[in-house]
């Protein structure tokens, strides 16, 4: 399968690793994914008013990009993944806005929100499957208790982002399970860290970030995993001396699909 | 200028509801910017319905809510509070001189590590 990859401003920069492990693992697992061209940053916060029409341009951009090769659209960034499935569905949904986003881009073919917006995640889970995941696995990461960290992004609005159970999510723990590891349940697996508050407010994101370690402490986590940037940075950075390891889902993937080991094979 | 945001504007820009709340409460009880708000949540909702937006428009809540929308997702009447705190945040910011930060505060705030992913959205939920 192959799908227009949208990697989004942050995975260029600091979260270099989430992206260069996420494309490595992708191609170990025979999943092709083309650099959508000249894509545009998504601004990284859905626009929720109705009448914000060129904050919707660039997410509209990328999908109309891989509507016209034919491929399904596919994200690794939380917040770019909610920006473009919500920009999609408003296209789809949203008479006003679809006309005036239109009108402005005139594109040869109006977009109506055809294309099938994903997650690296749900293409794990839909397309790979993890029972192939799991037999890929080489270095399968026996008895490491792993907090899979869902935040917000990803799960909330449940009804337009369809990606799991918003109060109940299994799919980061199905993951962990097929990497070979074994997942904890912690109540604030889906509760927000506060990194918007980290860069004006750093005491209030400092406690919701202890929440969070604390709850996956309790429950018996020696790790933390993420598929977003902002959370990484916030967990991490804002966390206590005591605070647990937080890592990108996509480096546990490489590292048990035993690409470590096959580079320097090499 | 901010007496001039009615309540039919703030609707206009969201398209929320208010009547449909039941006051329950829960949208301010699941939020977690509670702590840091002066009117919360199922206020906002209240406050517009009854064309207290100056109020709204001044208070420092609209900076702290997290856009996480557990309030959204939460609530069993789907008023879409979170929708409400961003019209009241815009009427704010789309007046002249009233963005709440800009690329000029940027590099005082900025670290190490700090993902290009939160610079960014200051600047969508800041500034016009
Ligand atoms: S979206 Fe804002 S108001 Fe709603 S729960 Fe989150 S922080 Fe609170
Ligand atoms: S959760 Fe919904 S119904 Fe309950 S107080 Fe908040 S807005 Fe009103």
């Known amino acids: 399968m192959t799908y227009s990859y949208f990697p989004g401003c942050t995975l260029k ?69 909610h920006v473009i499935k919500r920009v999609n569905h408003d296209l789809a949904t949203n008479a006003d806005i679809r ?35 799991k037999k890929a696995v080489k270095n399968p990461m026996k008895g490491t208790k792993i907090a899979a960290y869902y935040g917000c992004l990803l799960l909330r609005p449940s009804g337009v982002m369809s990606f799991d159970d918003p109060e109940n999510p299994s799919i980061i723990e199905d993951f962990i399970r097929a990497i070979g590891a074994e997942p904890v349940i912690y109540s604030q697996r889906n509760e927000c860290c506060g990194g918007y508050m980290a860069m004006e407010d750093k005491g209030a994101a400092q406690d919701r970030v202890e929440k969070i370690h604390d709850s996956a402490r309790k429950a018996g986590a020696e790790l933390i995993i993420t598929a977003c940037p902002l959370c990484m940075y916030n967990l991490d950075v804002n966390g206590k001396e005591n605070k647990l390891p937080v890592k990108y889902f996509t480096e546990l993937l490489y590292r048990a699909l035993g690409l470590e080991e096959a580079k320097d094979n090499v | 200028m901010s007496d001039k945001i009615t309540k039919e504007e703030i609707l206009r820009i969201c398209n929320v509801q208010p009547k449909k709340c039941m006051k329950c409460g829960k949208c301010s009880g699941t939020c977690p910017a509670y702590d840091e708000m002066d009117y919360h949540p199922h206020q906002f909702v209240y406050m517009v319905e009854h064309g207290q937006i100056e109020k709204l428009m001044a208070s420092q809540s609209i900076y702290k809510c997290l856009s996480c929308f ?59």
């Open chain 1, 13 to 81: 920069n600091k979260a270099k690793d989430l992206d260069r492990y996420g494309r490595l693992s992708a191609a170990a697992l025979g999943v092709e994914l083309e650099e959508i061209e000249e894509w545009q940053c998504c601004g990284a916060v859905y626009p929720q008013a109705s009448d914000e029409i060129a904050t919707r341009l660039s997410s509209v951009r990328a999908l109309n990009a891989a509507k016209e090769k034919g491929q399904p659209l596919l994200t690794l960034c939380s917040a770019c993944h």
């Open chain 1, 99 to 133: 006309t005036k986003v239109n009108n402005y881009l005139e594109l040869d073919t109006p977009y109506q929100g055809e294309t099938k917006v994903l997650h690296y995640l749900e293409m794990l889970r839909d397309e790979v499957g993890f029972d192939t995941l």
């Open chain 2, 70 to 128: 557990a309030c959204l997702e939460r609530c069993p009447r789907n008023v879409e509070p979170a929708k409400l705190i961003e019209a009241v945040r815009l009427a704010v910011i789309r007046q002249q001189g009233k963005n709440h930060m800009t690329e000029n505060d940027v590099p005082a705030l900025l670290d190490e590590e700090l993902p290009q992913q939160a610079i960014v959205s200051s600047m969508r939920k800041y500034k016009k």
